[in-house]
């Protein structure tokens, strides 16, 4: 969940997944052996809190999981346009499954609100798009016992060494205090771990034991990993009980550079002043809240976003990840798409039913989408990837409307 955290969770884990691993399985710079290492960290272990017992139980027997080497130095196959990045995590299956998440913990979902504020729409779409509200936390397609993967990074990863051995000493306390077993500590190739993707030191420092079962989990049933997120919104987002995210808006003609940089604060009514409307023609519900205004691709929609974007933004460090969260959040509660479309996004979003469409033909057609469940992941992606060089379109993953069509039409 910290800046860093987001780097490496389970967008990362996934985006993993999309490449090759030609660049082999090395760390960047051995200094010295492993065993050599693992014996000179235990001081330093120790030192941060770390029993010299739990030290020995646990890394005495792993071995450096180095394959972190080479999904850390890959790049994705497929680059997104912001539009297509905004589909796949406001995707049909989200929404729906989002609602129906919502109604099934609403009784925590209240309770969360009530403690912290936050808006649980907002907690409901976190958690769709870090696991797939929950589905993918111990899937070992995408998943990996994180204590020998950061072992492997303090040892042999030198640009980032210092982090990372402050990652591994954290999950060694986890184990110290009694809150997970090594087996147990299943994640991303950095160490993001759980309902919503939480590195070693959030487990540690922002967690919350909100079940009352003696210890801080974010696997099992997702009440201490929705109120650690909460509770980090709230205190390392500086997140504000009550106000909006933003909001979707229309521009007027002449607006100057210095209004359209995205760092100049004002109040929705003094933006209202300046001629800047909601896009769905509603009033500002709260003109007193001040915002800045986004348009994160030219000729496409403008957002004014509060400081409870910002939140989020601090969550993941990615405009688009921010603005995905927050559109997921509205249209789980019940709101509708934005009104503007991005440049190149002439087509909707596909519906559940056109997904799992898509991929029955492309299974039918010999391509492995791993299922056909309507939720477009890594292997849905190289399926379309490879339809797509087959037939002469684009290869660029994104399983939309202009694919349905060429699969009706046949190849």
Known sequence: MPTRRRLFGLAGALAAGLIGLAAGATPLLARESFESWRAGFKAHAVRRGVSAE??????????????????????????????????????????????????????LLGRLERDYGVDPYLLVALWGVESSFGEVIDNPKYMRPVIPALAALAWGEPRRRRYWEQELTNALRIVDRGWASPDEMIGSWAGAMGHTQWMPEVWLNVGVDYD??????????????LAGTARYLLKRGKYRAGEAWGCEVR????????????RAWRTYAEWASLGVLRADGAPFRHPSHRVRLRRPVSGG???LTGRNFEA???????????LAIAHLSDRIRGGDPFVQNFPGAEERTPTLAEIQEIQ????????????????????????????????????????????????????
């Open 54 to 107: 739990t030290y020995d139980r646990v890394m005495d027997a792993i071995e450096p999981d180095t394959r972190v080497f080479a999904l850390q130095r890959a790049q994705p196959e497929f680059q997104e346009a912001l539009w297509q990045y905004l589909n796949r995590r406001v995707s049909d299956w989200r929404i729906v499954t989002g609602r129906q998440r919502a109604r099934e913990e609403a009784a």
């Open 212 to 225: 009352h079962d003696g210890r801080i989990s974010p696997f099992g049933r997702p009440d201490d990993a």
């Open 251 to 262: 521009l007027p003609g002449g607006l100057s550079r210095s209004h359209m940089n995205g």
């Open 301 to 303: 929609p403008a957002f």
């Open 312 to 322: 989020v933004h601090s969550y993941n460090p990615a405009f688009s990840y921010a």
């Open 360 to 411: 029955r033909r492309l299974t039918k057609l010999g391509f492995d989408t791993g299922g056909t469940d309507g939720r477009v992941g890594s292997t849905t992606m190289r399926a379309v990837g490879a339809y797509q060089r087959k037939v002469g379109m684009k290869p660029d993953g994104y399983a939309g409307l202009e694919l349905l069509a060429r699969l009706r039409r046949g190849s």
